[in-house]
């Protein structure tokens, strides 16, 4: 019930393309949902994040998507270009104090030129 | 300069060997992590450590321990490397009133 389960685990997209990366939590207990984007050689970073009293969360080209109902939250990037090709992680956490963030498996998106 | 610096940045060991990663943040934040990445796995806490003196054991904490010295810095140990401990490990911080985890820039591990 802990997992959030992350699709598809590799991506490949246009530039110029939308590329649409998946999630799915079973713990309604979960309410904030982050995404990280690493790209290789660095450490994840936080790229967006969303909490299920909305629906939706757009930050440039970069959008979030969340169904509560469904249990399931997705990453939306528009026009994508090849600065964007990187490993991105949904992840959830509660926000009980002792509570962890639990990371999905990650997914590799590559942006061809 | 870097919020969280992670040392070294490469490391190749053999089996048995002890060794220790190092983490250090002047992020002045209260809960450090220690994770590990392997491909098609994602990110798996190790250990974390809610302030000096609260330490706990995350999912794969088998073969791993830690320290954490001062606020500032968090030491992760494997007492005798194992070739299945060959992988990426990464320290990170968050404030506890914030939701954001802050991630260093990894240590690329190699147990022969």
């Known amino acids: 019930q802990q997992q959030v389960k992350q699709s598809p685990q590799s991506l490949i997209v246009q530039k110029g393309g939308i590329s649409i990366i998946n999630c799915a939590y079973e713990n309604t207990a979960f309410d904030y949902f982050p995404w990280y984007q690493q790209f290789p050689g660095k450490g994840p970073a936080l790229l967006i994040a969303?909490?299920?009293?909305?629906s939706e969360k757009k930050e440039g080209r970069f959008t979030i998507s969340f169904n509560k109902s469904a249990k399931q939250f997705s990453l939306h990037i528009m026009d994508s270009q090849p600065g964007d090709s990187a490993t991105y992680f949904c992840?959830?956490?509660?926000?009980?104090?002792?509570?962890?963030?639990?990371f999905g498996k990650g997914t590799r998106l590559h942006i061809l030129p | 300069d870097a919020d969280v610096t992670q040392t070294p940045r490469n490391r190749i060991t053999k089996t048995g060997k002890r060794i220790m990663l190092e983490c250090s943040q002047t992020?002045?934040?209260?809960?450090m992590y220690w994770y590990r990445q392997d491909p098609g796995l994602g990110l798996r806490l190790i250990y974390y450590?809610?302030?000096?003196?609260?330490?706990n054991k995350g999912e794969i904490s088998d073969g791993y321990s830690v320290s954490r010295q001062a606020q500032a810095k968090f030491s992760l140990s494997l007492e005798s490397a194992i070739p299945n401990q060959t992988a990426l490990y990464f320290c990170?911080?968050?404030?506890?009133?914030?939701?954001?985890?802050?991630f260093g820039p990894g240590t690329r591990l190699l147990v022969l």
């Open positions: 992840a959830a956490r509660t926000m009980n104090r002792d509570d962890k963030i639990i």
């Open positions: 450590s809610f302030d000096v003196k609260d330490i």
């Open positions: 992020k002045g934040h209260d809960r």
């Open positions: 990170a911080t968050s404030q506890d009133i914030q939701e954001t985890q802050y």
């Open positions: 969303i909490r299920p009293d909305v």
